[in-house]
């Protein structure tokens, strides 16, 4: 128990480093620049208390369970006696890490529904749009993407492929559904690109990431270890997009089956 | 302070967190077949997990969400546009150049670099350039909130601007050499951390509730999507200037 309060209050304390610039500025700005009290700073501090002390527990949790559990599961899924395959060759056919795809599209779903960055911004999506968005769709919706996105860059950093023809692919269809999603949506879905990756999904992904690349007969981990997070940056926008157009084609296509 | 919504918030977490409990069960149980490792540890840090969602979340609507909406609408009053940039760019600067996810990516791609030959394969030249690579995603990621900020103010549509932002992705991947690119298409999603967002989310929404003529829902988000957006093209240039 000694132990574990220890390496809790190290936390706390490194949750409280990072956040000491971001309150510098806010504090500095309302002190010197904008220069009126704020209101309820009681109910700030109590709220800033909850935030740090809920980040901090967050990490600790997911340090002493998740992590470690998540990093082995990578590991073990890659390791070349898992696949069964004979070491002597040179390839292996990317249909022996099925496991590895199943894996990393649940693991990616599941962490993103987790993630708290997407809580937020979902919890205002639903305030903003009066309810139109609903948070739990949105997270959704998002936590689709990123499985999705996992599940390919799995599969690329196996097959060996260019990062960047996937990538540039990826921005062309976000292009194109831009085009012809509603309006309302567009800044939301872009958004959720970057609000997918942080504090759950990253160490995962990139213990299974590398995991991959160091197991992966002719992959070097430095160089295809990364790509995965780019891929759950992208992804999601094409989920969120598609997600709302098939709720704009669906209303709209009740509305006119009504005029009939 | 225990009361009827906590006790809902908390259940709310717990179900946020089922899946992941679902997955590493299913999968250590059925495919890898081993046994758990550690139970006790694996279910107290569950616990913490839930409990420390329920309070970021609860924290949530009281602090950030309202200090975040506050700024936005005093300076919108105080209609000081230089003081409002310089505060989207010290939030984005000063938020992202500590960000602790940052840090490990840019200590991995000196490791690249270095085993590369681009730089020395010593610590000071390493750290150099890793400090380097984090000063210039700090730099992008205050460079484009501030974009972001104008972009609410004048209401041009985030679209044109993003998709803009895509060809100068795809341009500079043409000239980049081959190992930054990796890192810098990750350097976009690791730069926005659990406090940015929510700040940076509420100070977007905030101004364009603020100003006459934006529409929140239109307006009021991409900020996030600049952030992650311009590290990736600042990273790439920073790997074909060294």
Known sequence: MIGWLGSFWETLLGTLRDVLPIAAIIIGFQVFVIRKPVHHPKQLLIGFVYVLLGIALFLEGLEMALFPLGELMAKQLTASEFIQVDASLRTVPWQAYFWVYIFAGSIGFATTLAEPSLIAVAIKAQEISGGAIRALGLRLAVSVGVAFGISLGAYRIISGTDLYLYIISGYMIVIAQTAFAPKMIIGLAYDSGGVTTSTVTVPLVTALGLGLASTVPGRNPLLDGFGLIAFASLFPIISVLGYAQLADWRSRRASSKNKH | ?242
């Open chain 2, 1 to 242: 302070m225990i009361n009827n919504r906590f006790l809902k918030q908390l259940a709310n977490s717990f179900l946020d967190l089922l899946p992941i409990v679902m997955v590493v069960l299913v999968f250590q149980i059925f495919i890898i077949r081993q046994p758990i490792p550690d139970v006790v540890n694996l279910v107290f840090g569950l616990l913490l997990v839930v409990v420390g969602l329920t309070l970021f979340v609860e924290g949530l609507e009281k602090s950030l969400f309202p200090i975040g909406e506050s700024m936005a609408f005093a300076f919108a009053r105080k209609g000081s546009l230089f003081w409002l940039l310089v505060f989207a760019y010290s939030l984005g600067f000063g938020t992202t150049v500590a960000e602790p996810a940052l840090i490990a990516v840019a200590d991995e791609a000196a490791s690249i670099a270095a085993n590369g030959g681009m730089i020395g394969n010593t610590e000071t030249a390493k750290d150099s350039y890793a400090l380097g690579l984090r000063l210039t995603v700090a730099l992008s990621v205050g460079f484009a909130i501030v974009i972001g900020v104008i972009r609410i103010i004048k209401g041009w549509p985030l679209h044109y601007l993003i998709i803009s932002g895509y060809c100068g992705v795809v341009i500079m991947t043409v000239f980049a050499p081959a190992e930054i690119v990796g890192i810098a298409y990750d350097s976009g999603g690791v730069t926005t951390s659990t406090i940015t967002v929510p700040l940076v989310t509420a100070l977007g929404v905030g101004l364009a509730s603020a100003i006459k003529g934006r529409n929140p829902m239109l307006d009021g988000f991409g900020l996030i999507a600049f952030a992650s957006l311009t590290p990736m093209i600042f990273v790439m240039a920073y790997g074909m200037i060294i």
